[in-house]
């Protein structure tokens, strides 16, 4: 099909209204987004064309093609850079694979032919939210079951920053279980109750006090979950420390189809946990966190976080909140009141 009628077929109210629902997703920027839905109508309407189907113009939907669907790198530079002099074969095909990197769609090259698969989106199909959202409960991270499906959602949360876009699942999960074999109270997940799977993880870690300063360098420093450094730059602080007083939010994520129906049950639950770590850490004030993408500082700053430092080299920065004003806070008033604010309308 010519490339310059997609926006004939496929207009931009209706390429908008796509973009809008997939904003949510974790390492999705505005621009990923806008070249993935042309890539899906293009692809689209392109088997249609090659199945001789006819479509009603405008199309209104968009539905996946079956299987694969043949495009070059130049056919995407094309879609993506339709209005720039700047595209090139190259920077389609690093868009490509951030696309492929961040789930949306799968790549596969036989050596002569370039193929693409659009893969489901469950957000789209939010009538089906209510019903996942009541199979969901917080239960305790299980390192023998869990380590591995959590280094995948994790690894989605990393993935989106790196040139490589290659955070290694393996690495996470040696991580995950080595922190669960010296402190497992603070790493809870969100469990589907039908197949156990955990769609959401948080990890509240305990930090040694000559780890502190730690909290107040480059944000870049404290990673380490995407990084292939084997030298952790924070300690863990075991049960009876009493110089312990840092908490370090070191990882909060929810899959996409299931973080608007359980983000408030799950931070009560973070509550709770906190309670019960200030049994075993009794002198814990603070808690720091790092904020890797954009989309969860406005979170953060629902629940209190305030930006404590930000790090010229990196798009990542600390926030801070006291564990008391965290353990006061009403999280279903505090999402009432957001969800009630005329700046809403601002968000995304």
């Known amino acids: 099909m010519a490339l310059e009628s997609l926006d004939k077929w496929f207009p931009r109210q209706y390429q908008s209204r796509y973009i809008s629902l997939l904003m949510g997703r974790v390492g999705l920027t505005r621009r990923r987004a806008e070249c993935f839905i042309k890539l899906w109508a293009y692809l689209w309407l392109k088997q249609q ?40 074969d190259r920077s389609a095909g690093m868009m490509l694979d951030k696309l492929a990197a961040l789930g949306l769609i799968k790549k596969n090259f036989d050596g002569n032919t370039l ?15 209510p019903t996942t959202s009541m199979l969901i409960q917080p239960d305790a991270f299980d390192p023998r079951c869990d380590a591995i499906p959590v280094a995948n959602l994790l690894a989605t949360n990393y993935n989106w920053m790196n040139r490589n876009a290659n955070a290694v699942p393996y690495r996470i999960a040696e991580l995950l279980r080595g922190w669960a074999d010296q402190y497992p109270k603070g790493m809870r997940v969100l469990r589907r109750r039908d197949n156990f799977n955990p769609v959401g993880f948080y990890l509240f870690y305990p930090t040694k006090r000559e780890s502190e300063v730690n909290f107040f360098g480059p944000a870049s420093q404290g990673l380490h979950l995407s990084v292939t450094s084997d030298i952790d730059p924070f300690d863990m602080a075991l049960p ?13 994520m929810i899959d996409t189809p299931y973080r608007d129906q359980n983000e408030i049950t799950f931070l009560e639950d973070g509550q709770q946990t906190l309670l019960q770590m200030r049994q075993d850490f009794p002198n814990l004030c603070d808690m720091h966190t790092l904020i890797i993408h954009p989309s969860l500082e406005e979170l953060a700053r629902t629940v209190g976080f305030q930006k404590n430092s930000s790090d010229s080299q990196s798009s ?21 009141l957001k969800r009630t604010s005329p700046l809403r309308k601002m968000d995304g």
């Open 49 to 88: 064309q090659e199945l001789n189907t006819p479509c009603n113009q405008p199309i209104e939907t968009l539905e996946p093609p079956q299987g694969w669907v043949s495009c070059t790198c130049r056919e995407a530079a094309d879609l993506f850079y339709a209005e720039s002099e700047r595209g090139s």
């Open 115 to 129: 193929a693409i698969a659009i893969q489901p989106l469950p957000e789209l199909h939010t009538n089906t939210e």
């Open 240 to 252: 009876g420390d009493s110089e312990c007083r840092s908490i370090f939010v070191r990882s909060w």
């Open 316 to 336: 990542v920065y600390w926030m801070y909140l006291a564990v008391d004003r965290f353990l006061a806070i009403d999280i279903s008033k505090a999402f009432k």
